[in-house]
C-alpha cells in the first residue's frame, strides 16, 4: 500500500478526519523541533512555539491549498512563529527583506571536496549559528539541516530564489570569518 503524501493528509483533515492531523504532527515535530532549535537558539521556547505551529497549521487547515505542497505552507508557519518569537524577546524590528543588490547564485556540479566542505561547513553551522543575523541563520538551517533546495527555502521566506543563494553565500562568509580555520578543516 503507497504511504498517503502530505497533502492527501492534509485533504482528509480539511473533510473533518480530525484523528489525521496526528500524522501531520508525527511527520513534522522532529524536524520543526530542529528547525525551532536552530533558529532561535533557545530549547526552552522552541517546544512551546512548536506546539503553537501545530495549533495554528490545525486552525488554518481549511486555508491550506492541497493543490500545492504542504511542506513550505507549515514551514512558512514555523517561519512566522520564530520572527515573531524573536521579535518578542528582543523588542528590535526585524528585517524581512535583503534590500542589497541580488546577483544570481549560480553552482557547479557536486565534487567529492564540496561534499567533505558541506560536512565541515554543517560542523561548523552547529557551533558558531546563534551568532549569525536571523536572515543569514534561518536560509541556512532550511539548507543544511532540513535539506530543502532553494525553490523551497524561497517558498518558506516569500523571498526570491536569488535572494536565498545570497543569504546562503552570505551567511557561510560570515560562519568562515567567525570559525577559526581548524573549525572548518578538522
Request: net charge negative; hydrophobic share 40%.
Amino acid at each position: 500500500m503507497k504511504k498517503e503524501t502530505d497533502e492527501e493528509v492534509a485533504l482528509r483533515v480539511q473533510k473533518g478526519d480530525t484523528e489525521a492531523f496526528g500524522e501531520l504532527v508525527e511527520r513534522y515535530q522532529d524536524k520543526l523541533s530542529r528547525y525551532a532549535r536552530k533558529f532561535l537558539s533557545d530549547t526552552d521556547d522552541a517546544k512551546d512555539i512548536v506546539q503553537d505551529i501545530f495549533i495554528k497549521t490545525y486552525k488554518n487547515i481549511q486555508s491550506f491549498d492541497a493543490s500545492r505542497r504542504f511542506s513550505p505552507w507549515i514551514y512558512r508557519i514555523a517561519h512566522n512563529e520564530f520572527v515573531n518569537a524573536l521579535s518578542k524577546r528582543s523588542r528590535a524590528p526585524l528585517f524581512q527583506f535583503d534590500m542589497d543588490t541580488i546577483f544570481p547564485h549560480l553552482t557547479a556540479a557536486e565534487s567529492a571536496d564540496d561534499r567533505a566542505l558541506d560536512r565541515s561547513l554543517r560542523e561548523t553551522l552547529e557551533k558558531y549559528l546563534s551568532a549569525l543575523d536571523v536572515k543569514y541563520r534561518e536560509p541556512l538551517v532550511l539548507y543544511y539541516f532540513e535539506d530543502m533546495d532553494y525553490k523551497t527555502i524561497a517558498e518558506v521566506l516569500h523571498i526570491p530564489v536569488s535572494t536565498v543563494g545570497v543569504r546562503i553565500a552570505r551567511g557561510k562568509a560570515l560562519l568562515q570569518k567567525m570559525a577559526k580555520p581548524q573549525d572548518i578543516y578538522e
